[in-house]
C-alpha cells in the first residue's frame, strides 16, 4: 500500500530539510519531520521516520566513521537496549503525549544545566541513562537523539555527527525490529519511510555548505540550539 500524495509531498519537504540540518549537526531528521507526520498522517508513526532517519546516519558513517566514540557507546547502547522495550510498551499502551512532555522538560532542564556547566559530565552512568531515555522516546515518537547530542555538544563536529550517526543506526534498527516482532509495525509504515528515504538522502548532499560553516568553531552552538528545538517539539505536540 503506498501513501497519500499529499504525504510525499509534505514528508518529503520536511524529511529533505531535516536531513540537512542532521547531515550538519548529527540529528534533525526526527525533529522536523516527526511533528508534521504526527500531526497530519498519525497512522505512518514512528515506523515511517525511524526508517528513513536510517540514512544520513549511514551516509555519515561512509565519510566519518574514524571521528566516532566506539567505546563511550557501548554504556549508551546497554541503555537503549533496556528503554526500546519501554518505547514500545508506551506505543502500545501509553500516551505519546505524557512521554513526550515529560522528556521534553527533562532536555530542557539538562540543556540549561549543560549551558551554564564547562563541561558535561560523561561517563558510564550519564551513557547509561541517556540511552535509556534516547531508546524509549526514539522507539515512541521518533526523537531520541537530544540526550546522547547533549553529552558531546563541545566535541569537534565530525566527533559529533560519527558518534550520533553510530548510535542512530544501531538504535534505528534496534527499535524497528522491537516494533515489528511486537506487531506495532505496519506495513504502511515501512512503505512510507521507504518513500522518504531519497528526500533524506539529497538533504544530505545539499548540506555541505552548512556542515563547513558550523565546523568552523559554531557547533557547541548548533547542537544545543536543535538540542532545545526538539525538546520543545516534544513539549509543543504533547500541548496541541
Known amino acids: 500500500m503506498l501513501p497519500e500524495p499529499d504525504f510525499v509531498i509534505i514528508g518529503g519537504v520536511a524529511a529533505l530539510v ?22 497530519l498522517f498519525p497512522s505512518l508513526m514512528p515506523g515511517s521516520i525511524l526508517i528513513a532517519a536510517t540514512v544520513v546516519p549511514l551516509l555519515t558513517l561512509s565519510r566519518e566513521l574514524r571521528h ?33 512532555a515529560v522528556v521534553g522538560l527533562v532536555v530542557l532542564a539538562a540543556l540549561a544545566a549543560s549551558a551554564w556547566s564547562t563541561q558535561v559530565p560523561r561517563n558510564p552512568v550519564t551513557l547509561t541513562a541517556a540511552g535509556m531515555v534516547a531508546g524509549a522516546t526514539g522507539t515512541a515518537t521518533a ?3 537530544p540526550p546522547i547530542a547533549l553529552l558531546y555538544h563541545r566535541e569537534s563536529g565530525p566527533r559529533v555527527r560519527a558518534t550520533l550517526a553510530v548510535f542512530f543506526v544501531v538504535g534505528a534498527l534496534l527499535s524497528v525490529l522491537t516494533l515489528a516482532v511486537t506487531g506495532e509495525l505496519p506495513v504502511v509504515q515501512v512503505t512510507a ?20 560553516y558550523l565546523d568552523a568553531g559554531r557547533m557547541r552552538v548548533a547542537v544545543l540550539v536543535v538540542v532545545g528545538a526538539s525538546a520543545l517539539t516534544l513539549i509543543g505536540r504533547s500541548l496541541l
Open 68 to 100: 566516532a566514540d566506539l567505546r563511550g557507546l557501548g554504556w549508551a547502547f546497554l541503555g537503549r537496549v533496556a528503554g526500546t522495550p519501554l518505547g514500545v510498551w508506551v506505543v502500545a499502551a501509553v500516551s505519546t503525549q505524557v512521554l513526550g
Open 193 to 212: 519511510g521507504l518513500v522518504l528515504t531519497p528526500f533524506v538522502a539529497a538533504g544530505f548532499w545539499l548540506s555541505g555548505p552548512l556542515r563547513r
Open 18 to 39: 531535516g536531513a540537512i540540518v542532521q547531515s550538519s549537526v548529527g540529528l534533525g531528521v526526527g525533529l522536523v519531520a516527526t511533528p508534521i507526520v504526527t500531526l
Open 143 to 145: 526523537i531520541g537523539g
